[in-house]
Every structure is written in structure tokens, then in C-alpha cells.
């Protein structure tokens, strides 16, 4: 059997594509031989002072709320514990299409097992510095005009590769999942490879 690598992906809870690349990811988990770990990014600090229509500035107003309870969990417990917190987060905003509030916060951390308590980190400024290291530490070898998902993975040779996508609806699974996986891995490993795009017809499918 291969050797067991590290694969770190950078999410923001609030964002469908980078829910059902996550899905996608513990899918891979299983028929590859990687293990998959994960860090916040946030495009609310992503998005910082660019001009936006109002309805998307008023969802990155929004958007702080879940990132820095992650970024508090993930300080009280370690980052090993945003796994199912970003699950219990996703499965709540993404399939139930709840609202971002205290209520979500509150039942997500109690769904993984952590401190309710921690759901008042949502009003805090208290944790944005961490949040925000965590976001430039996903962000940095990417650049800055492409959001999240952003997946970090030791290349075909070995070397770290870093780069943003896929964007998938719905999830591959099983050894289509690792297909996709085998394919990516190679562009983002092949030196001078920056885009591979298609216009997009499908709205985001969570089966």
C-alpha cells in the first residue's frame, strides 16, 4: 500500500462549493491513501474593502460568525475537532438552509460535541487575529483572486502543490471520487499550470 499522505484544505462554512468539495475529500479519504485535515479561511476577510453588491456585503457581514467560532474551537480543542464541526455546520446551513445566527451556532458545536458555549465567539473580536493567520497561512501560495476551496497536497513528486478547486456538483463518490482526486493532482503538479475553467450551468447539488 502507498504511504499515507496529508492533504489540508482551507473552508469557509458558508460557502456551497467548498462544502461539496469537503464532501468530495472525505470521499477520496476512503479510496486513496490520504488523510484529510482542515483549516478556516474566511471571505469575509478575503473580501475586506472591495466593492460589492449589497446582498453580498450583507452575507459577508454574516459571514464572521461562523469562522470565528471554528477558529475558537479549534484553539480550545484543536484543529482536529473542524472536521465535524465544519460537518455539523455544513449540514446545517447547506442541507436544513438555516439562518447564520447564535441558534445554528449553539446546535452545530452541540451536534460535535464541543462547548455550546463557545457560539458566543461569533460576536468576538477575540480570535480574528488567529482567523486571520489561518486565512493568509491557506490564502498565501494561491493569491488572493480566487476564494475557497483552497487544497494543499504534496504533489505527484512529492513537492507541495497549492491551488483552489475543484469546483464539483454534486461529490464523486467512490473510485470516481479518487479519479477526480488523480486527475486534479496531476494539472496543479505540472509546472506553468494555472487554469483549467468551464462556464458553469449547475447550481450547487448536495446529494
Not at 472525505?26 to 474566511?42: G, K, N, P, Q, T
Not at 442541507?95 to 464541543?114: C, K, P, R, V
Not at 486571520?132 to 493569491?143: D, I, K, L, Q, T
Amino acid at each position: 500500500m502507498s504511504e499515507r499522505v496529508t492533504v489540508n484544505m482551507w473552508f469557509d462554512p458558508i460557502c456551497p462549493w467548498a462544502w461539496i468539495t469537503s464532501r468530495w475529500l472525505l470521499e477520496v479519504e476512503r479510496v486513496r491513501a490520504v488523510d484529510i485535515r482542515f483549516h478556516v479561511m474566511s471571505l469575509s476577510v478575503l473580501n475586506e474593502g472591495r466593492d460589492l453588491p449589497a446582498e453580498y456585503q450583507a452575507l459577508m457581514k454574516s459571514g464572521w460568525g461562523p469562522v470565528r467560532v471554528c477558529v475558537a474551537a479549534g484553539q480550545r480543542y484543536g484543529t482536529g475537532v473542524l472536521r465535524d464541526l465544519y460537518t455539523a455546520l455544513g449540514n446545517r446551513i447547506h442541507l436544513q438552509s438555516e439562518q447564520l445566527t447564535g441558534e445554528l451556532f449553539t446546535a452545530a458545536l452541540t451536534d460535535a460535541g464541543l462547548d455550546p458555549e463557545l457560539a458566543g465567539a461569533a460576536d468576538s473580536t477575540e480570535y480574528d487575529g488567529a482567523l486571520r493567520a489561518s486565512h493568509e497561512a491557506g490564502m498565501r501560495p494561491v493569491g488572493t483572486d480566487v476564494g475557497t476551496p483552497v487544497i494543499h497536497a504534496p504533489g505527484p513528486d512529492g513537492n507541495p502543490v497549492a491551488f483552489f478547486g475543484p469546483v464539483v456538483t454534486p461529490a464523486p463518490r467512490g473510485e470516481a471520487a479518487g479519479r477526480l482526486w488523480d486527475g486534479v493532482l496531476l494539472v496543479a503538479g505540472t509546472p506553468g499550470f494555472f487554469e483549467l475553467k468551464r462556464s458553469r450551468e449547475l447550481g450547487p447539488i448536495f446529494d
